[in-house]
C-alpha cells in the first residue's frame, strides 16, 4: 500500500475524475490508514510503499504490478500522468531481492486489469481490456506467469479496470457485475464461474467490486451495502470501510492494494 500524502485530481483520466472537485487531504489519509488497519486486525502483513511528490495517483497500489508464485509482471502504464508510478514499484520488487521481476513491453495497468485465481482449472488469469490495458499484455502475462489468461471485454467507461467490474472472492470463485462486459465475455464467465455472487448497477457504480478479499473476509466499500447482504449470504464475512475521498480519483479499495503471492 501507499500513503496518500500527496493524493490530488490534477488531471482527468477516467470517469470518475473531476478537477473542479476538492480533495481532503488529511481525510483521505485517515480513510487509507483504517484501510491499512483493518486489513492489520484480520491476520495482514502491510508493505508500505513510499509516496512520490507529483505522482498524486501512487496511493492506487494495485496497479503497479501483477504477481504470481514469486514472479512479477510490471506495469506500463498507458498515460503519461502515471509512467514513473511503474519505477517506484519495480524497485520494491528489486529490492525485496525475493521477486523475480519481468519488464513489460506492452500497456498494462497491473492489477488493475488482472485477477489472480489459482484453484480454478489449475490457475486461471482474468484479464480486462478494452480501456487501459492492451489485448498484446494478456500473451505477455501468460508467458512471464505460466498460466492462462482469459481475456475479457470492457465496454462501460465508467468500469474502466478489471478491478473495479470484477473481484476474486476465494481461489476458485468471483463476484462481478455483467453489464461491465461485453456479451461474449459475459456468456465466457457464466461459463467458468457459474456459482458467481452476481452485482447489480447500483453496487457496481458504489466501487462495491473494488475489494479484497483473503477467502472468508471480504473488505469493500461501505456504500454497497447491497452487495455485503449477497456476499453475507453466500456465506463470506463483509468488512465494510469508508474510502469517500479516494473514490475522487476512481478507486476504492481493492485499488489501494496491491497483493503480493511470493
Not at 468500469?159 to 465466457?188: R, T
Request: contains cysteine; hydrophobic residues 45%; aromatic residues 10%.
Amino acid at each position: 500500500m501507499c500513503p496518500p500524502e500527496h493524493f490530488a485530481v490534477e488531471y482527468a483520466i477516467n470517469p470518475w475524475m473531476d478537477t473542479s472537485a476538492p480533495v481532503d487531504t488529511e481525510l483521505a489519509l485517515k480513510q487509507w490508514q483504517l484501510l491499512r488497519e483493518t486489513l492489520v486486525r484480520l491476520g495482514h502483513a502491510v508493505h508500505v510503499l513510499p509516496p512520490e511528490p507529483g505522482l498524486p495517483d501512487m496511493v492506487y497500489a494495485a496497479n503497479g504490478a501483477f504477481s504470481v508464485d514469486g514472479v512479477v509482471y510490471g506495469a506500463r502504464f498507458r498515460y503519461p500522468q502515471r509512467a514513473a508510478e511503474a519505477t517506484a514499484h519495480r524497485a520494491f520488487y528489486e529490492a525485496a531481492r525475493s521477486w523475480r521481476f519481468v519488464e513489460p513491453a506492452e500497456i498494462n495497468e497491473g492489477e488493475g486489469d488482472f485477477a489472480y485465481l489459482p484453484a480454478a482449472y489449475g490457475g486461471l488469469i482474468l484479464a480486462g481490456y478494452g480501456f487501459r490495458t492492451a489485448p498484446a499484455a494478456h500473451a505477455e502475462a501468460q508467458e512471464a506467469l505460466g498460466r492462462p489468461a482469459i481475456s475479457l471485454r470492457l465496454v462501460d467507461p465508467r468500469f474502466y479496470h478489471l478491478d473495479v467490474a470484477l473481484a476474486a472472492l476465494d481461489d476458485g470463485n468471483i463476484v462481478y457485475y455483467p453489464g461491465a462486459f461485453s456479451d461474449a465475455s459475459q456468456a465466457i464467465l457464466r461459463q467458468l464461474f457459474p456459482s458467481a455472487v452476481i452485482a447489480d448497477e447500483e453496487d457496481a457504480l458504489a466501487f462495491g467490486l473494488n475489494l479484497v478479499s483473503d477467502g472468508r473476509n471480504v473488505v469493500l466499500n461501505s456504500a454497497a451495502s447491497g452487495l455485503a447482504a449477497k456476499l453475507r449470504a453466500a456465506g463470506y464475512a463483509p468488512v465494510p470501510v469508508e474510502l469517500s475521498e479516494l473514490k475522487k480519483g476512481g478507486g476504492s479499495v481493492k485499488c489501494c492494494i496491491a497483493e503480493l503471492r511470493p
